[in-house]
Structure formats: structure tokens, C-alpha cells
């Protein structure tokens, strides 16, 4: 939450009231260009601070759902691409090879649209719905898929440490952001061509975002991209 109460030295993790009283948040930052107080604020939800409370209160830590699966969000291009009416759900980049997406069938590409029927609004929110069900739980997917929809569940597992997964992430080649990029061209790039003459456009090529039609030649990118025949990449 942003809000314009004065947030003083102390009273981070103290609570927010409203008008009425009621705890609405946890004060938590200021934005400050000169360590002073300028007028805005950041709270945690009150929504958000009560499953943590009450999760500290039974068991002593938090422990949160994990999905196994790296997810940037839909942007306007791959939308239009996707045939989506407006840039919604994220789009599966990467299936972790020891979480629980992989065995319950979700594949890199795949566009998870809503879980237990509730809509997606983007990665960000996947991912809090995915860690608010909590290990354990059973998660429906809706997934768009080459175009067609189908809905998977997933049993969905603890989150790692941070430590853990930092280790993982530091066990793959290149840097996080190269193998990100070249995680979503595998997802997102849909292309047969012989030679450099395209059949499909890639969903967020540069090629595709300055409407280069299909079956007309094109470099898209010097970077390769495999899937692409060596000539493209996000």
C-alpha cells in the first residue's frame, strides 16, 4: 500500500490504522530522496501480514507453495500474438527439473491464465497466489497451450531456501538474465523456416514488433536463438 501518513524512525512493523481504527497494514518503508519524510509511505496489506501472522503463530516460520517454474509476464506484443484481448496470466520461461509443475505436466510455453479459477494478472500475482495456497495444496491451472486451453493440477511443494535456490541458479549456465532471455525465445517463439524465410512469426521478436509479415525474409536479431534457426532472440 502507498499512503501519505507520517511514517517515523520506529515505526516499521508497527500497525496502520484507518479512520475507524481498524489495522489495514504494517508501516514497513518511506521513499526518500534525503533520508526525510516527503509524504509517502509503504505498507504491507493487512491481508497479506495476517496469513504470515497466523502461519508464525502455528508453526514458527512461514512456509510457502512452490510451483517449480520460472515465469516472466505477458506483455502487450505477445498478447496480440497469443490472441489474447489484453495482456494477462504469465508465460511458463523455464520448468525446474525437481519441482512439482514438471511431473504434472506444465511445459515451457505453456500461458498459466488463472489458478483455481480465479484469473492471473500477471507473474507478480501468480506468484503470490502460488505462495499464499501453501505445500501441500492443490493447484488448478488454466492453461493456454499452442492456442487451446486445458486445465492441470499441480501438488504443489515447500519452497526452497533462498540459499538453495541461489545455488541452483548459480549451478546453470550464463547469467540469470541470458538464460532468461533465451528461456522465453524457446517459449514464446513459434517459427518454421527454411532458411531465414518464416512461415510464423516469433511472438516477441523485433521482427514481429515492426510487422514484418510471415513468408518475407528477415533478420530479426545477430544474437542466436535456437528454435530460430540462429537468427533471433527477445
Not at 502487450?76 to 519441482?99: F, H, R, T
Not at 487451446?148 to 535456490?165: F, G, H, Q, Y
Request: with cysteine; hydrophobic share 35%.
Amino acid at each position: 500500500l502507498q499512503i501519505d501518513a507520517p511514517i517515523n524512525p520506529g515505526n516499521s512493523g508497527g500497525p496502520l490504522f484507518n479512520q475507524s481504527g481498524h489495522v489495514v497494514g504494517v508501516d514497513t518503508a518511506i521513499y526518500s530522496p534525503s533520508g526525510g519524510s516527503v509524504g509517502i509511505g509503504f505498507a504491507i496489506p493487512a491481508s497479506v501480514a495476517r496469513n504470515v501472522i497466523t502461519q508464525l503463530r502455528e508453526h514458527g516460520h512461514v512456509e510457502r507453495g512452490w510451483l517449480g517454474v520460472e515465469i516472466p509476464g505477458v506483455n502487450a506484443d505477445m498478447a496480440q500474438s497469443l490472441g489474447l484481448n489484453k495482456p494477462k496470466g504469465a508465460i511458463v520461461a523455464k520448468v525446474m527439473a525437481d519441482g512439482p509443475a514438471k511431473p504434472a505436466g506444465v511445459k515451457q510455453g505453456d500461458v498459466v491464465l488463472a489458478v483455481n479459477g480465479k484469473d492471473v494478472s500477471n507473474a507478480g500475482d501468480l506468484s503470490r497466489r502460488i505462495a499464499n495456497l501453501g505445500p501441500g495444496s492443490e493447484a488448478k491451472l488454466d492453461i493456454l497451450r499452442n492456442g487451446d486451453k486445458t486445465t492441470i493440477s499441480v501438488k504443489l511443494a515447500k519452497r526452497p531456501s533462498e540459499a538453495k535456490l541461489a545455488s541452483n541458479d548459480n549451478g546453470s549456465s550464463g547469467s540469470g538474465t541470458s538464460r532468461m532471455r533465451s528461456a522465453v525465445c524457446e517459449a514464446a517463439t513459434k517459427v518454421n523456416q527454411t532458411g531465414n524465410r518464416m512461415t510464423t512469426m516469433p511472438v516477441i521478436s523485433s521482427a514481429w514488433q515492426k510487422n514484418v509479415s510471415p513468408g518475407r525474409f528477415s533478420i530479426i536479431s545477430s544474437s542466436p536463438c535456437a528454435r530460430c534457426s540462429g537468427t533471433g532472440s527477445p
